[in-house]
Protein backbone atom coordinates (compact mmCIF):
# COMPACT_ATOMS: atom_id res chain seq x y z
CA UNK A 1 0.00 0.00 0.00
CA UNK A 2 1.10 3.21 -1.04
CA UNK A 3 0.73 6.46 1.29
CA UNK A 4 -2.03 8.46 -0.92
CA UNK A 5 -3.80 4.96 -0.58
CA UNK A 6 -3.53 5.05 3.23
CA UNK A 7 -4.29 8.42 3.72
CA UNK A 8 -7.42 7.88 1.98
CA UNK A 9 -8.09 4.30 4.26
CA UNK A 10 -7.39 6.23 7.25
CA UNK A 11 -9.86 9.68 6.41
CA UNK A 12 -12.64 6.54 5.85
CA UNK A 13 -11.61 5.13 9.18
CA UNK A 14 -11.93 8.51 11.20
CA UNK A 15 -15.56 8.01 9.59
CA UNK A 16 -15.01 11.24 7.01
CA UNK A 17 -17.49 10.18 4.21
CA UNK A 18 -17.18 13.43 2.01
CA UNK A 19 -14.17 15.63 1.15
CA UNK A 20 -14.40 18.99 -0.60
CA UNK A 21 -11.62 20.18 -3.21
CA UNK A 22 -10.00 20.78 -6.29
CA UNK A 23 -7.69 17.71 -7.33
CA UNK A 24 -3.98 18.80 -8.55
CA UNK A 25 -0.83 16.50 -7.96
CA UNK A 26 -0.42 17.13 -4.40
CA UNK A 27 -4.02 15.19 -3.76
CA UNK A 28 -5.16 13.81 -7.22
CA UNK A 29 -4.25 10.00 -6.32
CA UNK A 30 -5.39 10.06 -2.98
CA UNK A 31 -8.62 11.73 -3.97
CA UNK A 32 -9.93 8.96 -6.68
CA UNK A 33 -8.53 5.87 -4.30
CA UNK A 34 -10.90 7.64 -1.59
CA UNK A 35 -13.66 7.46 -3.97
CA UNK A 36 -12.56 4.06 -5.04
CA UNK A 37 -13.14 3.14 -1.49
CA UNK A 38 -16.72 4.71 -1.19
CA UNK A 39 -16.07 7.94 0.06
CA UNK A 40 -18.05 11.52 -1.58
CA UNK A 41 -16.00 13.47 -3.21
CA UNK A 42 -17.54 16.73 -3.99
CA UNK A 43 -15.36 18.62 -6.45
CA UNK A 44 -15.52 22.28 -6.43
CA UNK A 45 -14.52 25.33 -8.89
CA UNK A 46 -12.17 26.89 -6.48
CA UNK A 47 -10.39 26.18 -3.49
CA UNK A 48 -11.52 28.62 -0.95
CA UNK A 49 -14.78 27.06 -2.35
CA UNK A 50 -13.88 23.77 -1.04
CA UNK A 51 -12.89 25.31 2.35
CA UNK A 52 -16.24 27.27 2.34
CA UNK A 53 -17.88 24.01 1.71
CA UNK A 54 -16.57 21.97 4.59
CA UNK A 55 -16.67 24.80 7.49
CA UNK A 56 -20.51 25.15 6.36
CA UNK A 57 -21.10 21.65 6.13
CA UNK A 58 -18.93 21.00 9.78
CA UNK A 59 -21.66 23.90 11.54
CA UNK A 60 -24.24 22.03 10.25
CA UNK A 61 -23.55 18.52 11.23
CA UNK A 62 -21.36 19.10 14.10
CA UNK A 63 -18.57 17.09 12.24
CA UNK A 64 -14.74 17.81 11.09
CA UNK A 65 -15.30 19.33 7.83
CA UNK A 66 -12.34 18.47 5.28
CA UNK A 67 -11.30 20.10 2.42
CA UNK A 68 -8.64 19.22 -0.08
CA UNK A 69 -6.27 21.25 -2.32
CA UNK A 70 -2.75 20.67 -3.95
CA UNK A 71 -0.08 22.68 -2.90
CA UNK A 72 1.34 26.60 -3.51
CA UNK A 73 -1.41 29.00 -4.79
CA UNK A 74 -3.97 25.97 -4.48
CA UNK A 75 -3.44 26.58 -0.61
CA UNK A 76 -3.26 30.83 -1.12
CA UNK A 77 -6.35 31.13 -2.17
CA UNK A 78 -8.25 29.28 0.15
CA UNK A 79 -6.71 31.94 2.94
CA UNK A 80 -10.32 34.54 3.28
CA UNK A 81 -12.57 31.23 3.71
CA UNK A 82 -9.58 29.66 6.01
CA UNK A 83 -9.61 32.80 8.43
CA UNK A 84 -13.65 32.47 8.29
CA UNK A 85 -13.58 29.40 9.65
CA UNK A 86 -10.68 30.30 12.11
CA UNK A 87 -13.05 33.05 13.08
CA UNK A 88 -16.44 31.00 12.96
CA UNK A 89 -13.84 28.28 15.43
CA UNK A 90 -15.22 25.79 13.12
CA UNK A 91 -13.81 22.48 12.63
CA UNK A 92 -11.99 22.14 9.65
CA UNK A 93 -9.22 19.76 8.12
CA UNK A 94 -7.47 21.40 5.43
CA UNK A 95 -5.33 18.77 3.32
CA UNK A 96 -2.52 19.82 1.64
CA UNK A 97 0.78 18.74 0.64
CA UNK A 98 4.08 20.74 0.28
CA UNK A 99 6.23 20.82 -2.85
CA UNK A 100 9.03 18.97 -3.93
CA UNK A 101 12.37 19.60 -1.60
CA UNK A 102 13.12 21.91 -4.55
CA UNK A 103 14.04 25.35 -3.11
CA UNK A 104 13.22 26.99 -6.63
CA UNK A 105 10.29 25.22 -7.39
CA UNK A 106 8.20 28.46 -8.60
CA UNK A 107 4.98 26.66 -6.44
CA UNK A 108 6.51 26.91 -3.40
CA UNK A 109 4.85 28.37 -0.08
CA UNK A 110 5.32 28.09 3.52
CA UNK A 111 2.76 26.23 5.40
CA UNK A 112 3.39 26.64 8.36
CA UNK A 113 3.54 30.22 7.82
CA UNK A 114 0.26 30.53 5.97
CA UNK A 115 -1.44 28.53 8.49
CA UNK A 116 0.12 30.34 11.45
CA UNK A 117 -1.00 33.90 9.22
CA UNK A 118 -4.75 32.63 9.07
CA UNK A 119 -4.37 31.44 12.66
CA UNK A 120 -5.28 28.25 12.38
CA UNK A 121 -3.09 25.21 13.46
CA UNK A 122 -0.44 23.17 11.72
CA UNK A 123 0.57 19.63 11.62
CA UNK A 124 2.81 17.67 8.98
CA UNK A 125 2.94 14.21 8.03
CA UNK A 126 6.69 13.09 8.75
CA UNK A 127 7.14 10.09 7.39
CA UNK A 128 4.77 7.06 6.20
CA UNK A 129 5.28 5.36 9.29
CA UNK A 130 3.79 7.98 11.01
CA UNK A 131 0.73 8.59 9.09
CA UNK A 132 -1.93 7.59 10.87
CA UNK A 133 -0.69 9.00 13.82
CA UNK A 134 0.15 12.40 12.05
CA UNK A 135 -3.41 12.17 11.20
CA UNK A 136 -4.98 11.26 14.44
CA UNK A 137 -3.37 14.52 16.02
CA UNK A 138 -4.75 16.87 13.99
CA UNK A 139 -8.17 15.76 13.88
CA UNK A 140 -7.40 15.68 18.15
CA UNK A 141 -6.41 19.62 18.03
CA UNK A 142 -9.47 20.50 15.78
CA UNK A 143 -11.70 18.85 17.94
CA UNK A 144 -9.96 20.25 21.67
CA UNK A 145 -9.24 23.75 19.90
CA UNK A 146 -12.48 24.20 17.68
CA UNK A 147 -10.49 25.37 14.82
CA UNK A 148 -9.42 24.62 11.85
CA UNK A 149 -6.10 22.74 11.02
CA UNK A 150 -3.70 22.33 7.96
CA UNK A 151 -1.93 19.39 7.54
CA UNK A 152 0.84 18.87 5.21
CA UNK A 153 1.17 15.59 3.82
CA UNK A 154 4.33 16.60 1.47
CA UNK A 155 3.94 15.33 -2.11
CA UNK A 156 7.24 13.65 -1.99
CA UNK A 157 5.80 10.77 0.20
CA UNK A 158 2.22 10.03 -1.46
CA UNK A 159 3.76 6.93 -3.40
CA UNK A 160 6.42 5.60 -0.98
CA UNK A 161 5.40 2.82 0.28
CA UNK A 162 3.82 2.25 4.23
CA UNK A 163 4.29 -0.76 6.84
CA UNK A 164 1.81 -1.91 8.31
CA UNK A 165 -0.16 0.89 10.75
CA UNK A 166 -1.80 1.27 14.01
CA UNK A 167 -5.63 1.85 13.84
CA UNK A 168 -7.21 5.12 13.89
CA UNK A 169 -7.64 6.89 17.29
CA UNK A 170 -10.67 8.91 16.75
CA UNK A 171 -10.68 12.27 18.52
CA UNK A 172 -12.39 11.99 22.18
CA UNK A 173 -15.33 14.75 22.74
CA UNK A 174 -14.39 18.01 25.01
CA UNK A 175 -15.78 16.94 28.32
CA UNK A 176 -18.69 19.02 29.39
CA UNK A 177 -17.47 21.57 31.86
CA UNK A 178 -19.71 21.98 35.06
CA UNK A 179 -18.28 24.17 37.56
CA UNK A 180 -18.51 23.74 41.60
CA UNK A 181 -21.15 25.24 42.75
CA UNK A 182 -19.08 27.56 44.83
CA UNK A 183 -18.24 28.98 41.31
CA UNK A 184 -22.28 29.98 40.93
CA UNK A 185 -22.34 31.79 44.02
CA UNK A 186 -21.38 35.34 42.21
CA UNK A 187 -23.58 34.97 39.27
CA UNK A 188 -26.11 33.69 41.37
CA UNK A 189 -26.42 36.78 43.72
CA UNK A 190 -26.90 39.06 40.81
CA UNK A 191 -29.43 37.17 39.15
CA UNK A 192 -31.31 36.64 42.10
CA UNK A 193 -31.32 40.31 42.93
CA UNK A 194 -32.32 41.64 39.27
CA UNK A 195 -36.01 42.93 38.95
CA UNK A 196 -35.83 43.25 35.00
CA UNK A 197 -33.73 40.13 33.64
CA UNK A 198 -33.34 39.43 30.24
CA UNK A 199 -31.77 35.62 29.31
CA UNK A 200 -29.78 36.14 26.21
CA UNK A 201 -28.65 33.08 23.80
CA UNK A 202 -26.07 32.58 21.75
CA UNK A 203 -24.11 30.35 19.10
CA UNK A 204 -22.82 28.25 22.26
CA UNK A 205 -26.67 27.56 23.36
CA UNK A 206 -27.23 26.24 20.13
CA UNK A 207 -24.62 23.68 19.82
CA UNK A 208 -25.00 22.92 23.08
CA UNK A 209 -28.38 21.71 23.10
CA UNK A 210 -29.78 23.74 25.60
CA UNK A 211 -32.70 25.29 25.09
CA UNK A 212 -35.04 22.69 27.40
CA UNK A 213 -32.61 23.95 30.16
CA UNK A 214 -32.51 27.97 29.35
CA UNK A 215 -36.26 27.86 29.00
CA UNK A 216 -36.81 26.62 32.50
CA UNK A 217 -34.38 29.21 34.04
CA UNK A 218 -36.37 31.45 32.02
CA UNK A 219 -39.33 30.84 33.55
CA UNK A 220 -37.71 30.74 36.86
CA UNK A 221 -36.43 34.12 36.74
CA UNK A 222 -40.07 35.38 34.76
CA UNK A 223 -37.54 36.68 32.08
CA UNK A 224 -38.02 36.74 28.65
CA UNK A 225 -35.53 35.19 26.23
CA UNK A 226 -33.85 37.07 22.79
CA UNK A 227 -30.84 35.44 21.06
CA UNK A 228 -27.75 36.76 19.45
CA UNK A 229 -27.56 36.72 15.65
CA UNK A 230 -26.08 33.26 15.26
CA UNK A 231 -28.76 31.66 17.54
CA UNK A 232 -31.73 32.98 15.38
CA UNK A 233 -34.92 31.59 16.33
CA UNK A 234 -33.33 29.18 18.89
CA UNK A 235 -36.55 29.79 21.29
CA UNK A 236 -39.23 30.31 18.15
CA UNK A 237 -42.25 29.67 19.40
CA UNK A 238 -41.89 30.61 23.26
CA UNK A 239 -44.04 32.93 24.47
CA UNK A 240 -41.51 35.27 25.81
CA UNK A 241 -39.29 35.14 22.45
CA UNK A 242 -37.96 38.58 22.18
CA UNK A 243 -35.84 37.69 18.71
CA UNK A 244 -32.67 39.25 17.91
CA UNK A 245 -30.65 41.01 20.71
CA UNK A 246 -28.66 44.13 18.98
CA UNK A 247 -29.06 46.23 16.19
CA UNK A 248 -31.55 44.27 14.44
CA UNK A 249 -34.16 43.87 17.56
CA UNK A 250 -37.20 45.14 16.40
CA UNK A 251 -39.18 48.25 18.67
CA UNK A 252 -40.64 46.19 21.04
CA UNK A 253 -37.75 44.21 21.86
CA UNK A 254 -35.47 47.23 22.18
CA UNK A 255 -38.26 48.79 25.03
CA UNK A 256 -38.05 45.33 26.84
CA UNK A 257 -34.07 45.19 26.42
CA UNK A 258 -33.48 48.99 27.74
CA UNK A 259 -35.88 48.60 30.64
CA UNK A 260 -33.86 45.59 31.79
CA UNK A 261 -30.93 45.95 34.69
CA UNK A 262 -29.52 42.42 34.43
CA UNK A 263 -28.31 40.25 31.15
CA UNK A 264 -27.52 36.75 31.53
CA UNK A 265 -25.70 35.40 28.43
CA UNK A 266 -25.38 31.95 27.57
CA UNK A 267 -22.62 31.30 25.22
CA UNK A 268 -22.58 34.47 23.72
CA UNK A 269 -19.53 36.78 22.78
CA UNK A 270 -21.47 39.63 23.48
CA UNK A 271 -19.65 41.42 20.38
CA UNK A 272 -20.28 44.49 19.14
CA UNK A 273 -23.23 44.21 17.01
CA UNK A 274 -24.96 42.37 19.81
CA UNK A 275 -24.32 45.11 22.27
CA UNK A 276 -24.40 47.93 20.09
CA UNK A 277 -20.68 48.60 21.28
CA UNK A 278 -21.75 48.02 24.47
CA UNK A 279 -24.51 50.83 25.15
CA UNK A 280 -27.13 48.06 25.09
CA UNK A 281 -25.36 46.14 28.54
CA UNK A 282 -24.39 49.98 30.08
CA UNK A 283 -25.47 50.47 33.40
CA UNK A 284 -26.71 46.73 33.73
CA UNK A 285 -25.57 43.46 35.33
CA UNK A 286 -23.77 40.98 32.88
CA UNK A 287 -23.13 38.16 33.58
CA UNK A 288 -21.90 35.63 30.78
CA UNK A 289 -21.48 31.70 30.78
CA UNK A 290 -19.35 30.34 28.15
CA UNK A 291 -17.74 27.17 27.59
CA UNK A 292 -13.96 29.04 26.19
CA UNK A 293 -12.35 30.38 29.35
CA UNK A 294 -11.14 33.21 26.39
CA UNK A 295 -14.50 34.77 25.74
CA UNK A 296 -14.89 36.73 28.96
CA UNK A 297 -14.53 40.07 28.66
CA UNK A 298 -13.49 40.17 25.31
CA UNK A 299 -15.98 42.77 23.86
CA UNK A 300 -17.53 44.20 26.86
CA UNK A 301 -16.87 43.93 30.60
CA UNK A 302 -18.75 41.61 32.69
CA UNK A 303 -19.80 41.34 36.12
CA UNK A 304 -19.89 37.63 36.70
CA UNK A 305 -18.03 34.89 34.33
CA UNK A 306 -18.88 31.74 34.84
CA UNK A 307 -16.70 29.08 32.59
CA UNK A 308 -18.88 26.16 31.93
CA UNK A 309 -20.90 23.97 29.48
CA UNK A 310 -24.41 26.25 28.95
CA UNK A 311 -26.50 23.01 29.24
CA UNK A 312 -25.23 22.01 32.64
CA UNK A 313 -24.27 25.91 33.89
CA UNK A 314 -28.39 26.67 33.13
CA UNK A 315 -29.67 23.48 34.88
CA UNK A 316 -27.04 23.83 37.78
CA UNK A 317 -28.55 27.66 38.40
CA UNK A 318 -32.15 26.63 38.17
CA UNK A 319 -31.36 24.18 40.54
CA UNK A 320 -29.70 26.29 42.75
CA UNK A 321 -32.78 28.96 42.32
CA UNK A 322 -35.00 26.59 43.42
CA UNK A 323 -33.39 25.75 46.33
CA UNK A 324 -33.15 29.26 48.27
CA UNK A 325 -36.81 29.51 47.13
CA UNK A 326 -36.39 32.15 44.54
CA UNK A 327 -40.26 33.64 43.20
CA UNK A 328 -40.19 36.54 41.56
CA UNK A 329 -43.52 38.43 40.40
CA UNK A 330 -44.63 37.52 37.46
CA UNK A 331 -46.51 40.69 35.82
CA UNK A 332 -43.41 42.12 33.69
CA UNK A 333 -43.27 38.84 31.73
CA UNK A 334 -46.78 38.43 31.47
CA UNK A 335 -47.70 41.96 30.31
CA UNK A 336 -44.06 40.88 27.89
CA UNK A 337 -46.00 37.72 26.48
CA UNK A 338 -49.42 40.12 25.98
CA UNK A 339 -47.26 42.54 23.95
CA UNK A 340 -45.39 39.87 21.48
CA UNK A 341 -48.71 38.59 20.95
CA UNK A 342 -50.08 41.30 19.64
CA UNK A 343 -46.63 42.48 17.75
CA UNK A 344 -46.48 42.10 14.24
CA UNK A 345 -43.03 42.53 12.05
CA UNK A 346 -44.75 44.04 8.82
CA UNK A 347 -46.09 47.03 11.02
CA UNK A 348 -42.19 47.56 12.24
CA UNK A 349 -41.60 49.44 8.83
CA UNK A 350 -43.42 51.26 5.77
CA UNK A 351 -42.93 48.81 3.15
CA UNK A 352 -40.93 51.08 0.12
CA UNK A 353 -41.79 47.98 -2.76
CA UNK A 354 -42.77 50.29 -6.36
CA UNK A 355 -41.11 50.98 -9.69
CA UNK A 356 -39.83 47.81 -10.76
CA UNK A 357 -38.29 46.27 -7.02
CA UNK A 358 -39.33 45.41 -3.91
CA UNK A 359 -38.80 46.44 -0.15
CA UNK A 360 -36.06 43.54 0.96
CA UNK A 361 -38.30 43.07 4.47
CA UNK A 362 -41.75 42.48 2.53
CA UNK A 363 -40.16 40.11 0.14
CA UNK A 364 -38.49 37.97 2.69
CA UNK A 365 -41.58 38.06 5.68
CA UNK A 366 -43.67 36.88 2.11
CA UNK A 367 -40.78 34.39 1.07
CA UNK A 368 -40.99 33.04 4.73
CA UNK A 369 -45.02 32.28 4.39
CA UNK A 370 -43.80 30.72 0.95
CA UNK A 371 -41.38 28.52 1.30
CA UNK A 372 -41.24 24.92 3.41
CA UNK A 373 -40.79 25.62 7.10
CA UNK A 374 -38.09 23.02 7.30
CA UNK A 375 -35.50 25.08 5.58
CA UNK A 376 -31.73 25.34 5.79
CA UNK A 377 -30.73 28.95 5.71
CA UNK A 378 -27.42 29.96 4.99
CA UNK A 379 -26.55 34.18 4.82
CA UNK A 380 -23.67 35.86 2.71
CA UNK A 381 -22.76 39.15 4.40
CA UNK A 382 -23.51 42.73 3.64
CA UNK A 383 -25.94 45.24 3.88
CA UNK A 384 -29.50 43.21 3.07
CA UNK A 385 -28.47 40.89 5.98
CA UNK A 386 -30.70 44.09 8.04
CA UNK A 387 -33.89 43.28 5.67
CA UNK A 388 -33.36 39.44 6.03
CA UNK A 389 -32.42 37.51 9.35
CA UNK A 390 -34.82 39.44 11.09
CA UNK A 391 -37.91 38.09 8.69
CA UNK A 392 -36.75 34.86 7.16
CA UNK A 393 -36.82 32.44 9.92
CA UNK A 394 -35.36 28.51 10.25
CA UNK A 395 -37.72 25.88 12.37
CA UNK A 396 -33.87 24.57 14.06
CA UNK A 397 -31.78 27.10 14.91
CA UNK A 398 -28.64 24.49 13.91
CA UNK A 399 -30.00 25.05 10.67
CA UNK A 400 -28.96 28.88 10.27
CA UNK A 401 -25.41 29.89 9.69
CA UNK A 402 -23.75 33.14 8.55
CA UNK A 403 -20.66 33.28 6.69
CA UNK A 404 -19.80 36.51 7.97
CA UNK A 405 -17.28 35.57 10.68
CA UNK A 406 -14.18 37.72 8.97
CA UNK A 407 -16.82 40.14 7.37
CA UNK A 408 -15.79 38.82 3.60
CA UNK A 409 -18.56 38.85 1.21
CA UNK A 410 -18.72 36.28 -1.38
CA UNK A 411 -18.26 33.13 0.97
CA UNK A 412 -22.15 32.65 1.27
CA UNK A 413 -22.70 30.60 -1.94
CA UNK A 414 -19.98 27.90 -1.27
CA UNK A 415 -21.07 28.12 2.08
CA UNK A 416 -24.93 27.22 1.10
CA UNK A 417 -23.42 24.22 -1.22
CA UNK A 418 -21.83 22.37 1.98
CA UNK A 419 -24.89 22.97 4.10
CA UNK A 420 -26.89 21.08 1.00
CA UNK A 421 -24.84 18.15 1.03
CA UNK A 422 -24.96 18.38 4.80
CA UNK A 423 -28.69 18.11 4.37
CA UNK A 424 -29.44 16.51 1.01
CA UNK A 425 -33.31 15.76 2.00
CA UNK A 426 -34.15 19.51 2.64
CA UNK A 427 -34.70 23.19 1.21
CA UNK A 428 -31.58 24.91 1.25
CA UNK A 429 -31.37 28.80 1.13
CA UNK A 430 -28.66 30.77 -0.18
CA UNK A 431 -28.94 34.58 0.71
CA UNK A 432 -26.52 36.92 -0.88
CA UNK A 433 -26.01 40.17 -2.08
CA UNK A 434 -25.89 40.77 -5.83
CA UNK A 435 -21.77 41.43 -5.07
CA UNK A 436 -20.86 38.24 -3.42
CA UNK A 437 -23.02 36.42 -6.12
CA UNK A 438 -20.88 37.49 -8.55
CA UNK A 439 -17.61 37.24 -6.66
CA UNK A 440 -17.93 33.43 -6.83
CA UNK A 441 -19.90 33.22 -9.35
CA UNK A 442 -18.35 30.14 -10.74
CA UNK A 443 -19.09 27.80 -8.08
CA UNK A 444 -22.30 27.70 -8.71
CA UNK A 445 -21.76 25.34 -11.49
CA UNK A 446 -21.01 22.97 -8.45
CA UNK A 447 -24.43 23.32 -7.26
CA UNK A 448 -26.04 22.23 -10.72
CA UNK A 449 -23.53 19.47 -11.01
CA UNK A 450 -23.97 17.98 -8.03
CA UNK A 451 -28.27 18.20 -8.61
CA UNK A 452 -28.73 20.32 -5.03
CA UNK A 453 -31.68 21.31 -3.88
CA UNK A 454 -30.58 25.28 -3.45
CA UNK A 455 -32.64 28.30 -3.40
CA UNK A 456 -30.05 31.15 -4.39
CA UNK A 457 -31.90 34.45 -3.35
CA UNK A 458 -29.58 36.85 -5.02
CA UNK A 459 -30.67 40.75 -3.27
CA UNK A 460 -29.57 42.53 -6.20
CA UNK A 461 -29.48 45.99 -5.89
CA UNK A 462 -27.18 47.34 -8.49
CA UNK A 463 -24.34 48.08 -6.41
CA UNK A 464 -22.20 47.43 -3.32
CA UNK A 465 -25.00 48.82 -0.92
CA UNK A 466 -23.15 49.82 2.45
CA UNK A 467 -20.92 51.32 0.33
CA UNK A 468 -23.93 52.90 -2.05
CA UNK A 469 -25.23 54.25 1.70
CA UNK A 470 -21.63 55.50 3.45
CA UNK A 471 -20.60 57.37 0.02
CA UNK A 472 -24.48 59.40 0.30
CA UNK A 473 -23.56 59.53 4.15
CA UNK A 474 -20.11 61.53 3.19
CA UNK A 475 -21.26 63.51 0.93
CA UNK A 476 -19.92 61.39 -1.91
CA UNK A 477 -21.82 60.84 -5.48
CA UNK A 478 -22.97 57.21 -4.47
CA UNK A 479 -23.33 56.28 -8.20
CA UNK A 480 -19.91 55.59 -8.04
CA UNK A 481 -21.30 52.39 -6.08
CA UNK A 482 -23.17 50.80 -8.80
CA UNK A 483 -22.66 48.22 -11.01
CA UNK A 484 -23.62 47.25 -14.15
CA UNK A 485 -24.39 42.99 -14.07
CA UNK A 486 -25.69 40.93 -16.80
CA UNK A 487 -28.75 39.43 -15.78
CA UNK A 488 -28.38 36.67 -13.13
CA UNK A 489 -31.31 34.00 -14.45
CA UNK A 490 -29.79 34.01 -18.33
CA UNK A 491 -26.68 33.15 -16.58
CA UNK A 492 -28.24 30.49 -14.54
CA UNK A 493 -30.15 28.95 -17.08
CA UNK A 494 -26.28 28.93 -19.37
CA UNK A 495 -25.27 26.51 -16.43
CA UNK A 496 -27.67 24.52 -16.52
CA UNK A 497 -30.21 25.63 -13.52
CA UNK A 498 -33.23 27.45 -13.57
CA UNK A 499 -34.56 31.01 -12.28
CA UNK A 500 -36.64 34.11 -11.99
CA UNK A 501 -36.58 37.36 -11.72
CA UNK A 502 -38.96 39.41 -9.20
CA UNK A 503 -39.62 42.83 -10.04
CA UNK A 504 -43.01 42.68 -7.86
CA UNK A 505 -44.14 41.08 -4.74
CA UNK A 506 -46.74 38.92 -7.27
CA UNK A 507 -43.23 37.13 -8.92
CA UNK A 508 -42.53 35.82 -5.40
CA UNK A 509 -45.54 33.25 -5.50
CA UNK A 510 -44.45 30.78 -7.65
CA UNK A 511 -41.57 30.28 -5.51
CA UNK A 512 -43.96 27.71 -3.12
CA UNK A 513 -44.67 25.61 -6.42
CA UNK A 514 -40.77 25.84 -7.16
CA UNK A 515 -39.53 24.88 -3.90
CA UNK A 516 -41.64 21.77 -3.60
CA UNK A 517 -40.18 20.14 -6.81
CA UNK A 518 -36.40 20.91 -6.93
CA UNK A 519 -34.42 18.89 -8.65
CA UNK A 520 -31.58 21.19 -8.94
CA UNK A 521 -30.47 25.14 -8.04
CA UNK A 522 -32.59 27.75 -8.75
CA UNK A 523 -31.87 31.90 -8.99
CA UNK A 524 -33.76 34.02 -6.96
CA UNK A 525 -32.88 37.39 -8.71
CA UNK A 526 -34.78 40.07 -6.39
CA UNK A 527 -34.29 43.46 -7.43
CA UNK A 528 -33.81 46.01 -4.92
CA UNK A 529 -33.55 49.76 -4.79
CA UNK A 530 -30.27 50.86 -3.95
CA UNK A 531 -31.28 54.11 -2.25
CA UNK A 532 -33.86 52.08 -0.24
CA UNK A 533 -31.87 52.16 2.88
CA UNK A 534 -33.21 49.78 5.19
CA UNK A 535 -30.48 50.33 7.54
CA UNK A 536 -31.36 53.85 8.31
Known amino acids: MKVYQALAAALLDHGADVVFGLMGDANMLALCDYEDRGGRFVPTVHEG ?17 IASVTHGPAVSNTVTALIEAVRSRSRVLLLTGDTPPEPTHFQRLDLAATAAMAQAGYEKVHGPASLRRDLDRALRRIVAENRPVLLDVPIGLLREDIGAQPPVVRPTARTVAVPAPEQLDGALGLIAASRRPVLLAGRGAVTSGARAELEALADRLAA ?3 VTGLAKDFFRGHPADLGLFGNLSHSLASSVIAEADCVIAFGASLNSVTTVR ?12 DDDPGAFGWYTRVDEAVHGDVRAVAAALDAALV ?17 LRAHRLAEEFQDRTGNGTVDVRTAMLRLDELLPDRRVLVSDVGRFVVGVWPYLRVADARHFTSMGG ?6 GLAGAIGAAVAHPGELTVAVVGDGGFMMNLAEFTTAVREKLPLLVVVLNDGAYGAEHYKLAHFGVDPARSLTAWPEFVPLAEAMGAHGATVRDLRDLDAVADVARRMDGPFVLDVKLDPDVNVMA
Request: net charge positive; no cysteine.
Open 49 to 65: GAVSMADSWSRMTGRVG
Open 224 to 226: PVA
Open 278 to 289: GDLVRDKKVVQV
Open 323 to 339: DAGHAPGRGRLERVRRS
Open 406 to 411: FGSIGL
